[in-house]
């Protein structure tokens, strides 16, 4: 089984700041890594993914995200924020396999605020 | 393209009574997933669809039922409703098959069990 750590729940943040959400994971097979964004009273968004290649991945919205085979974590940075990046952010798993059923397995959230 | 749709966006409910939550898509997308998402819990698998007819449990599926009739539609059955299952439910879709599909969301159904 997966599991994911997201080990800070909320992370107010001043704008224009660079902000680091942190993510790892747990599993005894080979996975592939997301990150999710929730905007207040909306469904989530993919921001971006990690499947093959290399390790540093760049999503929507000026994400990018690091993956560190070593560390088992999957960090989603952004150099300057903005208040519309205010939200929660989701990481999740999915264990890599041929069949086309498995699941993604989701973090706690982390809820970013930026402050004026 | 309307995406991924739930219907209702709220509910309350007293515990006992049943309701039917509905998703929609209209991606034609063969997988169909209901979440449920709590805070401090992130979203959790209630129940998964890989295509129409066919249904299967997921992390946490006691309480509820779900029915896949037509590819476009994917509904969630609560029989007998309990504060437990107070939360916020997620309907997602995504192609098939082996390769990495993205998993659309819809918006959301905010259920309260009194």
């Not at chain 1, 390790?55 to 070593?70: D, P, Q, Y």
């Not at chain 1, 989603?76 to 264990?95: G, M, N, Q, W």
């Not at chain 2, 998402?37 to 129940?47: A, E, N, V």
């Amino acid at each position: 089984a997966q599991s994911v750590t997201q080990l800070d729940s909320q992370v107010p943040v001043f704008e224009e700041a660079p902000v680091e959400l942190r993510c790892n994971y747990s599993s005894s097979v080979s996975v592939y890594l997301f990150w999710y964004v929730q905007y207040p009273n909306q469904g989530l968004q993919l921001l971006l993914k990690y499947l093959s290649g290399s390790t540093l991945v760049k999503g929507i919205n000026g994400f990018e995200a690091e993956f560190n085979k070593s560390q088992t974590s999957f960090h989603l940075r952004k150099p300057s924020v903005h208040i519309s990046d205010t939200a929660e952010y989701f990481c999740a798993v999915r264990r890599i396999s041929n069949f086309g059923n498995e699941k993604l397995t989701f973090g706690t959230g982390t809820r970013l605020t930026i402050i004026p | 393209n309307a995406g991924v749709t739930q219907t209702p966006k709220f509910r309350v409910l007293k515990t006992g009574q049943s309701m039917t939550l509905l998703c929609a898509q209209d991606m034609n997308h063969e997988y169909m997933y209901w979440y449920r998402q709590d805070p401090g819990m992130g979203l959790r698998l209630i129940h998964y669809s890989v295509g129409e007819g066919t249904t299967a449990k997921g992390e946490v599926p006691d309480g509820y039922n779900v029915s896949r009739l037509k590819k476009q539609n994917f509904l969630l059955g609560l029989e007998s409703a309990a504060p437990s299952q107070t939360s916020v439910y997620f309907c997602a879709s995504s192609y098939g098959g082996p390769s990495i599909y993205e998993q659309y969301f819809g918006p959301g159904t905010r259920l309260t069990v009194t």
